[in-house]
């Protein structure tokens, strides 16, 4: 099956020559694109998966995780979305498994933050990986992701002189 990925405009557009739903597999997740309703509203999103109904997004101005059924967008990513393969999102941990509810609130809330900050590591990967930014923007988000990588150990260290300070 030929298959032909292009970028316009900081979007991810996939087109393929005959096929079923579902079939791309070289597609890896998460999928960075600026998704239209079928009221025109627009929304830059990281898809996470999908199943036959429902895609699961990442909005990106807020990094607010929810599920979309796919009858809600434009006809063009509709089509797009059944293009994707078939794959659930990977699951939420909980705040209790992620942040241990019986430690100092000051732990907690740097625990949030470094997870946070992975997260958006994460995210700013995989536009680069995308190849969807131009030079510049590629090379601002790669020093971006070295600024996080270098706040996560500072704020692991203070995490740590804390524990070590008050004796946890």
Request: with cysteine; proline share 4%.
């Amino acid at each position: 099956m030929a298959l032909l990925l292009l970028t316009i405009s900081s979007c991810q557009k996939l087109e393929e020559s005959g096929g079923s739903d579902g079939d791309n597999e070289s597609v890896s997740y998460p999928v960075s694109r600026l998704i239209t309703d079928a009221n025109g509203r627009e929304l830059q999103v990281e898809i996470l998966g999908r199943s036959d109904d429902q895609i699961t997004i990442v909005r990106q101005s807020d990094s607010s995780r929810f599920d979309l059924p796919i009858s809600k967008l434009s006809a063009a990513d509709q089509s797009f979305v059944k293009r994707l393969p078939l794959k659930s999102a990977p699951k939420v941990a909980s705040a209790n498994s992620t942040v241990n509810s019986t430690a100092p609130r000051y732990i907690q809330v740097r625990i949030e933050d470094i997870a946070q900050m992975k997260r958006d590591i994460g995210f700013k990967k995989a536009e680069i990986k995308s190849k969807t930014l131009d030079p510049i923007l590629t090379n601002t988000r790669r020093t971006q992701i070295k600024d996080l990588e270098k706040e996560i150990k500072r704020i692991t260290l203070d995490i740590e002189t804390y524990k070590r300070n008050n004796k946890l």
